[in-house]
């Protein structure tokens, strides 16, 4: 069966902090996603990579950054977390080419 | 305009009606569709992809219009567990990325 993983289901942060948010996917998918998800705004990517080391920026990549030193591990770091930021975020993986998307359960995040 | 424009909804119907969602897209060189699925505090699931002949997966249809840039849903005899939010999912235009709509809710009443 397969499984992506989040660190976090729930997460709250103070304004100013450093924050990872770490994805884990057991499907040897090239592909790995983070997205948020806002009421009213749907889901939005932040951050894609089509390879290891590899990443290009999505439609609202300001104020993130992504890591992804190996195949199965995508992680999202917010250098210094904003109330803005406060969101659902949710990891993906999929094979190659615009194929189906394997979603993590997602990390409620809140910045206090 | 936006890439993908759907019905946030709610569209709220008896158990064993037909129900149907529409949904726009900008971009006439994209070249995938889907349809997700979400159920409250839940991740996206994939419904079925969309092909240009359209396709049926048993009580679920769907169908893409290119002429007319939309791509559509039809749920026949629903049931209270089809009650979720139904996302609209378009590519880039050959990217591998793809946008989603803001999704459709629907609710199945007894």
């Known amino acids: 069966d397969v499984k992506v993983t989040q660190s976090s289901r729930y997460l709250v942060k103070r304004t100013g902090e450093k924050v990872f948010l770490e994805c884990v996917q057991d499907m040897d998918h090239e592909n790995m996603f983070w997205y948020r998800q806002d009421p009213g705004l749907g889901l939005r990517l932040i951050y894609f990579?089509?390879?290891?080391?590899?990443?290009e920026k999505g439609d609202i990549p300001e104020g993130y950054s992504v890591s992804r030193e190996k195949k199965e591990r995508f992680s999202l770091i917010l250098e210094s977390a904003s109330t803005n930021q406060t969101s659902m975020y949710l990891c993906a993986s999929s094979l190659p080419g615009a194929s189906e998307q394997y979603f993590g359960p997602g990390t409620r995040l809140t910045v206090t | 305009r936006k890439e993908v424009e759907q019905d946030p909804g709610p569209f709220n119907v008896p158990e064993g009606a037909t129900v149907a969602f529409n949904c726009t897209y900008s971009?006439?060189?994209?070249?995938?569709f889907f349809w997700y699925r979400q159920d409250c505090r839940k991740e996206p699931k994939l419904l079925m992809s969309?092909?240009?002949s359209g396709n049926e997966d048993g009580r679920f249809t769907a169908q893409l219009n290119r002429a007319s840039q939309y791509i559509s849903l039809l749920i026949r005899d629903s049931k209270l567990s089809d009650s979720a939010t139904y996302l609209c999912?378009?590519?880039?235009?050959?990217?591998?990325?793809?946008?989603f709509g803001i999704g459709t809710k629907l609710q199945v009443i007894p």
């Open positions: 969309v092909y240009s």
């Open positions: 999912v378009v590519n880039k235009g050959g990217y591998q990325k793809v946008t």
């Open positions: 990579s089509y390879d290891v080391k590899m990443k």
């Open positions: 971009n006439s060189a994209s070249q995938s």
